[in-house]
């Protein structure tokens, strides 16, 4: 399984962008890079997920760098209510996507 | 609402008390997970149901801990005997199994705590 490490904890201000990185190390060939955003006493929601090079949704962007090794996701313009638990994992290689979640990144975004 | 729904969403029991917890997951979802989630750590990973089949449990599973999806539909996660231990968020997702996809929808959770 593919170990994932992020940062704790993350601080920012109201209309920031903000970066968090996730190293991954022994990524499968297979494998994708998917993150997820929790809020307290909410069940995570999946926000973006990709395999290499940059994806962007309406929420936020992804960036893969070619060695795939790590990743990073950015939040344009944070508000208040990004405030939450970010998630970054590495999906198993086949079979039906047992995700394994680490302790994720706590941002917490100032007025 | 067509999300997935739990229920309860907050349980008080007693310790040695069993438990029961409902979740219907998306209605044309096939596969279905349950997690389980204490405070300040991640979701871990409890079992898996694909339709009506559960192909995979956690270690973290005990024999105390059992989980049906009859007919592929709503699932009931059931805890026998609990204990402080098993105070925790248990949450319930349900995905469309779409290759290469980790894309899971999650409920709000039932909160447990055993007293």
């Known amino acids: 399984l593919a170990k994932t490490t992020q940062p704790i904890s993350m601080d920012s201000y109201e209309g920031q962008e903000v970066n968090i990185t996730c190293s991954h190390n022994?990524?499968?060939?297979?494998?994708?890079i998917t993150w997820y955003q929790q809020f307290p006493s909410q069940g995570p929601r999946f926000i973006i997920q990709?395999?290499?090079t940059k994806v962007t949704n309406e929420v936020a962007s992804l960036f893969i760098p070619a060695d795939r090794k790590s990743s990073t996701l950015s939040l344009p313009r944070v508000s208040l209510s990004d405030t939450a638990v970010y998630y970054c994992?590495?999906?198993?290689?086949?079979?039906?996507?047992?995700?394994?979640f680490g302790a994720g990144t706590r941002l917490a975004v100032h007025p | 609402d067509t999300g997935v729904s739990q229920d309860p969403r907050h349980k008080i029991t007693k310790r040695g008390q069993n438990v029961t917890f409902r979740c219907d997951p998306i209605?044309?979802?096939?596969?279905l997970y349950w997690y389980r989630q204490t405070l300040g750590q991640g979701p871990e990973f409890l079992t898996y149901?694909?339709?009506?089949?559960?192909?995979?449990k956690s270690r973290l599973l005990s024999d105390r801990f059992s989980a049906e999806r009859p007919k592929g539909s709503f699932s009931t996660l059931e805890i026998q005997r609990t204990e402080q231990g098993d105070s925790a968020m248990y949450l319930c997702?349900?995905?469309?199994?779409?290759?290469?996809?980790?894309?899971?929808?999650f409920g709000p959770g039932t909160r447990l705590t055993v007293t």
């Open positions: 997702a349900s995905s469309s199994g779409r290759e290469a996809s980790y894309e899971q929808y």
């Open positions: 022994n990524i499968a060939t297979n494998d994708y």
């Open positions: 990709g395999y290499k």
């Open positions: 994992l590495v999906g198993i290689s086949g079979g039906y996507n047992k995700l394994i």
């Open positions: 209605s044309e979802h096939n596969r």
């Open positions: 149901f694909q339709n009506e089949a559960q192909l995979e």
